[in-house]
């Protein structure tokens, strides 16, 4: 069974990451992503990732954001991580700034039941302190993944 | 394990995360005091770990998401029931278990 360490790659994850503002950290987590070879168009997952985070506002609390997308311009479900120690407001509505954002990216041709139970797994994983701090302590990239291999990816891949 | 049995719904207005997250925090948060709780989410995902009306009649409390309309919510009518928006629930699940434990307490003597 995979686990979630398995979408990710030390490339992937940035640690202190340079933006200060929300569209500067997707964008930036994005070019990692297109860098590895993981997207076929930047700009058309920017713009897919833009959709969602139009519908709903994806900071989750507890200082995390997790924008997510579905869609063609994705070759390889991956989860992009980035860390902020200033901080970035997600929502302008809340002062509340996001020190972590997990960039969720999912090919088209994925199952929405697959790239939903991701999300949720995702979601859940989150709320375990020991996994968050984690997260946010890690030392380095190889760390982060460590903490990322025992989580499972119990999702089916059928649509229903 | 205390002899209190809770249940809870959580829902969010699109997608998944901040259901699913909800019913961890709420699940962790009940654990940490020894209380039984049943979460169910409801979600683009459709409905799981249904709370049956036998479930719902056996709960002595309620816990809803009050982002968008609970599915089936007549089955906890006259239940204590307190109900909170899931970012909230997230950030601070201890607040509303102690809320409704508090319409408890009368009858828990």
């Given at each position: 069974m995979p686990s979630l360490g398995d979408l990710v790659s030390p490339r992937v994850i940035k640690l202190d990451l340079e933006a200060t503002e929300k569209w500067e950290a997707i964008d930036e987590l994005a070019s990692l992503l297109d860098q590895e070879g993981r997207l076929r168009s930047r700009e058309a997952f920017l713009k897919a990732v833009a959709e969602r985070e139009a519908q709903i506002c994806t900071s989750v609390g507890l200082g995390i954001a997790i924008p997510h997308a579905r869609c063609d311009a994705v070759k390889q479900t991956s989860v992009a991580i980035g860390r902020s120690a200033t901080g970035i407001q997600w929502d302008p509505e809340q002062a509340e700034t996001c020190h972590l954002i997990l960039l969720l990216?999912?090919?088209?041709?994925?199952?929405?039941?697959?790239?939903?139970?991701?999300?949720?797994?995702?979601?859940?994983s989150l709320l375990d302190d020991g996994f968050r701090e984690g997260l946010v302590q890690a030392p380095d990239c190889e760390a982060v993944l460590e903490l990322l291999k025992p989580i499972r990816l119990d999702v089916s891949t059928t649509e229903d | 394990m205390s002899d209190i049995f809770l249940v809870a719904v959580t829902n969010c207005p699109s997608g998944v995360a901040h259901t699913y997250m909800a019913a961890e925090a709420l699940e962790r948060a009940a654990k940490k005091r020894n209380i039984r709780i049943k979460v169910e989410t409801q979600s683009s995902l459709?409905?799981?770990?249904?709370?049956?009306?036998?479930?719902?009649?056996?709960?002595?409390?309620?816990?809803?998401?009050?982002?968008?309309?609970?599915?089936?919510?007549?089955?906890?009518?006259?239940?204590?029931?307190?109900?909170?928006?899931?970012?909230?629930?997230?950030?601070?699940?201890?607040?509303?278990?102690?809320a409704v434990l508090e319409l408890l307490a009368p009858s828990q003597g």
């Open positions: 990216a999912v090919p088209g041709s994925e199952a929405s039941k697959t790239y939903m139970q991701l999300l949720a797994i995702l979601a859940r | 459709g409905v799981e770990n249904k709370i049956s009306q036998e479930e719902a009649n056996a709960a002595q409390g309620v816990i809803l998401t009050s982002d968008i309309k609970i599915l089936d919510s007549d089955r906890f009518e006259g239940k204590p029931t307190v109900s909170d928006y899931a970012t909230k629930i997230i950030r601070d699940p201890d607040t509303i278990i102690e």
